[in-house]
């Protein structure tokens, strides 16, 4: 009787654990298939929250707050404001080292939002910050792709940066036009571990590369 009892115990945390991991994963997806409107909708505070908000729930999950930076991160970037650019780039530090303690191992989707958190503080005063930032950008991007060489993020915010950068200090479009295009080729073969694993950048590279037309 006892045997029993316990195995329907063990059989009730099971499920309770399944459904657990799917209300997560649900969670997760619809916040992600929000994250390519997010510069137009500027919804920045609201998708990252939701992120945390995740990530503070579950605990033991790294991707929430890999999500949470990303997204803060990016609106360092996007910030016109540069008194408040700093800030916003420390903040997505801070919620990535959450990421970083949670995995506890090097990897190449952390090393391409710490080479956006150093952008947004460049960004700030480019001329000026350049030696410092501008060598973490690269060390990070070089670092990313060493630890996943199909990941086609690393070689999308390369192109970005070389984008963006003047003619005269070695970027421009024409320099960076062939990074979108091997982007864009590894978008093709990448494949993400799981369904909530980061897969975001295709429609930015679409993107870019139409700017050639």
Same mark, same amino acid.
């Given at each position: 009787?006892?045997?029993?009892?316990?195995?329907?115990?063990?059989?009730?945390?099971? *499920? #309770?654990? =399944?459904?657990?991991?799917?209300?997560?994963?649900?969670?997760?997806?619809?916040?992600?298939?929000?994250?390519?409107?997010?510069?137009?909708?500027?919804?920045?505070?609201?998708?990252?929250?939701? =992120?945390?908000?995740?990530?503070?729930?579950?605990?033991?999950?790294?991707?929430?707050?890999?999500?949470?930076?990303?997204?803060?991160?990016?609106?360092?970037?996007?910030?016109?404001?540069?008194?408040?650019?700093?800030?916003?780039?420390?903040?997505?530090?801070?919620?990535?080292?959450?990421?970083?303690?949670?995995?506890?191992?090097?990897?190449?989707?952390?090393?391409?939002?710490?080479?956006?958190?150093?952008?947004?503080?460049?960004?700030?005063?480019?001329?000026?910050?350049?030696?410092?930032?501008? *060598?973490?950008?690269?060390?990070?991007? #070089?670092?990313?792709? *060493?630890?996943?060489?199909?990941?086609?993020?690393?070689?999308?915010?390369?192109?970005?940066?070389?984008?963006?950068?003047?003619? =005269?200090?070695?970027?421009?479009?024409?320099?960076?036009?062939?990074?979108?295009?091997?982007?864009?080729?590894?978008?093709?073969?990448?494949?993400?571990?799981?369904?909530?694993?980061?897969?975001?950048?295709?429609?930015?590279?679409? =993107?870019?590369?139409?700017?050639?037309?």
């Amino acid at each position: 009787m006892k045997q029993i009892f316990l195995a329907c115990v063990a059989l009730v945390c099971v *499920q #309770a654990a =399944f459904a657990q991991s799917d209300r997560y994963v649900n969670a997760m997806k619809k916040n992600i298939a929000m994250l390519d409107s997010v510069p137009v909708k500027s919804n920045f505070d609201e998708l990252s929250n939701n =992120f945390l908000r995740i990530g503070d729930a579950e605990k033991s999950q790294w991707l929430p707050y890999y999500y949470a930076a990303y997204v803060t991160a990016l609106q360092g970037v996007m910030e016109r404001d540069l008194n408040k650019k700093d800030q916003i780039a420390d903040y997505a530090s801070e919620i990535l080292k959450k990421a970083e303690n949670i995995l506890n191992k090097e990897n190449s989707e952390i090393e391409v939002i710490k080479s956006m958190i150093a952008t947004a503080h460049m960004t700030v005063d480019p001329q000026s910050r350049y030696m410092t930032y501008g *060598q973490e950008i690269s060390e990070a991007i #070089a670092k990313s792709k *060493q630890l996943d060489s199909t990941n086609p993020r690393p070689v999308l915010i390369q192109a970005q940066n070389l984008y963006y950068t003047p003619e =005269f200090a070695g970027g421009g479009k024409d320099v960076a036009r062939p990074l979108f295009e091997k982007a864009q080729q590894l978008f093709a073969f990448f494949k993400p571990e799981t369904e909530i694993s980061p897969n975001w950048g295709k429609s930015t590279v679409e =993107f870019y590369l139409k700017s050639y037309k």
